[in-house]
């Protein structure tokens, strides 16, 4: 199976908090990341947090990590339209340079 | 500053085929690494090149491959097509080991 797992999809409603959860199984993962990608395009970072962080908030945004459950989530509060996209949680590991092990994705749909 | 650029934004060619991707990092940028996105597959490691050499190598076919110029500048080469070679190939710029990843737009290869 995958190292890292996100479900597939997720729909709210406009201004709602959306959660999109990832676990991953490489406990010693250095950095996990979020990214974002619009239909036709490359691949947004969001945010990131380092592993021995629990917490980090930015703007709308944020990551809380679970070590011990190797779970990660992305809050999105006051969700938009504009947030529709796929998101996709990403892991670094110690002595693998800038390699990536990405999630497959989980489709968010935000609903007028 | 200039974002990641990787050009062409979109190929076509048949299968038997070569091809050279080219990705431009971000000024200042030592690392650029490269990934494969398909809707089976998903994002998947090809190879990263730091200083001209590279680091890390994916598990894909020695029809791929890669090099880095001292500038920085990156390409990737994939020969003799194949049908399940038509993918979104990614390119990713970091400053230096263990720091983000900034993704270009990528290259559309379909192989026909």
């Known amino acids: 199976g995958e190292d890292v797992e996100q479900s597939l999809f997720l729909s709210v409603r406009e201004g709602d908090s959306s959660v999109i959860n990832c676990t991953y199984t490489d406990s010693s993962s250095t950095y996990l990341y979020w990214y974002k990608q619009e239909p036709g395009a490359g691949l947004q970072l969001l945010t990131y947090?380092?592993?021995?962080?629990d917490m980090k908030q930015d703007q709308r945004l944020t990551v809380l990590l679970n070590k011990k459950d190797k779970h990660l989530s992305l809050r999105i509060a006051d969700t938009q339209t504009g947030d529709s996209a796929i998101y996709f949680c990403a892991e670094s590991r110690p002595n693998a340079g800038n390699m990536l092990t990405f999630g497959g994705g989980t489709r968010l749909m935000v609903k007028p | 500053k200039a974002g990641v650029t990787q050009t062409p934004r979109y190929l076509i060619k048949t299968r038997g085929q070569q091809v050279t991707l080219s990705c431009s990092p971000i000024s200042g940028h030592r690392s650029v690494s490269w990934y494969q996105q398909t809707p089976g597959q998903g994002l998947q490691f090809l190879f990263e090149?730091?200083?001209?050499?590279?680091?890390n190598k994916g598990n894909f076919p020695g029809r791929f491959s890669g090099r880095q110029f001292s500038n920085s500048r990156s390409e990737m080469n994939v020969s003799t097509l194949e049908l399940g070679d038509s993918a979104l190939y990614l390119c990713a710029s970091s400053f230096t080991v263990n720091t983000e990843a900034f993704f270009g737009q990528g290259t559309r290869l379909t192989v026909v």
């Open positions: 090149y730091f200083s001209e050499t590279q680091r």
């Open positions: 947090i380092f592993s021995n962080m």
